[in-house]
């Protein structure tokens, strides 16, 4: 779809409408701002006609130069959409983070203005807990540098509740040992699972922490796959979270972390993107399944179940936010991005049907290995 540019979030309505929010392009070249988009199960936009032209044109729910840097889209019981919204990061004075609702104009619902002010510095989730109230996961600190490294422990990772009241309240939570918080889910019990993707230059799994919540304000915190053996954990940058059930939690994964630099001999730190499937997980041991192997993810964002059952995920594609000059990905999609020859000798001779068998073995591992949304081609030469 032409219309989306930067797909960050998704979320579905309570017809199973798909309200997607996305981020847009400020650079000089594109100058296109962000926007929020409602679009039927089936993929349908809504559309107006332009009355300049009599051309019919997409129509958004929201497009303006308010929303920055969106990050997640959660939708009410009324069918009112809230966005939270990092703000702009490259000059001190810009706009901050702040949580807006649209239903169909857009209003602020708290930033770093109001009363209570929004605590927030690089919210990267939210979702609505059971009683309506806003609960925010922030990485504390805006990525900076060509490739920025993950913030130390304590350095401003935190849970932000909003009840929207009246009157409005917020309180903070403290996450002492999530190093890169990147995805936030509400277990059955009310628990929180927070995704930590780790230190973004080390080699650890990432790893999903159980925080307990406590009336008092001793939250705890508990890691869900330390006893899961690293070869078993696949899980390098989780950005979505979905219970499938109360023991079957479904994750999106990008596959790369952000220091990842491209270089023919350091692949080891990426993977194809995927979904995998977590069975088990309020047990000491829960196991880990790939469920996707098509390899059709480039740069997956936020993933959600509609009403229907169906899984709907958000992919962004190679599309680079100018946030902290993250490294390219193109290398994930581009067509024709390898290829390979197989010789045969003249010397030696190789029937046709072997011939065939090789070729056949071969392009059944590289298919299996090539990353996602590549193409490629293999030649046969006799020498």
């Known amino acids: 779809m032409t219309t989306l540019l930067h797909p960050s979030a998704i979320a579905v309505d309570n017809e199973n409408n798909y309200i997607v929010v996305d981020k847009g392009d400020s650079s000089l070249s594109m100058k296109q701002p962000a926007s929020l988009w409602k679009l039927s199960s089936t993929g349908d936009l809504e559309w107006k006609v332009d009355p300049s032209s009599s051309i019919p044109m997409p129509k958004p729910i929201y497009v303006d130069g308010c929303l920055k840097n969106p990050t997640a889209v959660v939708v009410d019981g009324q069918d009112n959409y809230y966005v939270v919204d990092i703000g702009e990061i490259d000059l001190p004075s810009s706009v901050k983070s702040a949580i807006y609702r649209f239903n169909p104009s857009i209003e602020v619902v708290i930033n770093q203005s109001s009363n209570p002010t929004f605590p927030a510095v690089h919210p990267v989730d939210m979702i609505l807990d059971s009683s309506g109230k806003f609960v925010v996961l922030d990485r504390g600190v805006h990525p900076q540098g060509e490739y920025p490294r993950s913030p130390e422990v304590n350095s401003g990772q935190k849970i932000i509740v909003v009840n929207k009241g009246p009157p409005m309240a917020v309180s903070e939570h403290p996450l002492r040992g999530v190093i890169e ?36 304000g001793n939250w705890s915190e508990t890691s869900i796959l330390k006893n899961v053996k690293a070869e078993n954990n ?93 490294p390219s990905r193109i290398w994930r999609k581009e067509p024709n991005e390898f290829g390979v020859v197989v010789l045969f000798s003249a010397q030696r001779y190789t029937s046709l049907e072997d011939q065939l068998r090789i070729r056949r073995e071969i392009a059944n591992i590289v298919n299996e290995q090539k990353p996602g949304n590549t193409s490629w081609w293999m030649n046969r030469k006799s020498k």
Do not use: H
């Open 181 to 216: 918080p990147t995805a936030l889910a509400i277990d059955s019990e009310g628990c929180y699972i927070v995704a930590d993707a780790k230190d973004q230059y080390g080699s650890d799994p990432a790893d999903l922490i159980r925080v307990g919540v406590d009336p008092n």
């Open 234 to 326: 696949p899980l390098i940058f989780p950005v979505g979270l979905v219970f499938e059930n109360s023991q079957s939690l479904l994750v999106c994964d990008t596959g790369v972390r952000w220091g990842y630099k491209v270089q023919e001999d350091n692949r080891k730190m990426a993977e194809p993107a995927a979904i995998y499937r977590i069975e088990n997980i309020s047990q000491n041991s829960p196991t880990i399944t790939r469920v996707t192997y098509e390899r059709k993810f480039v740069n997956p964002t936020k993933m959600v179940i509609d009403r229907r059952g169906s899984l709907i995920i958000t992919d962004k594609g190679e599309y680079l936010p100018s946030v902290g000059k993250l």
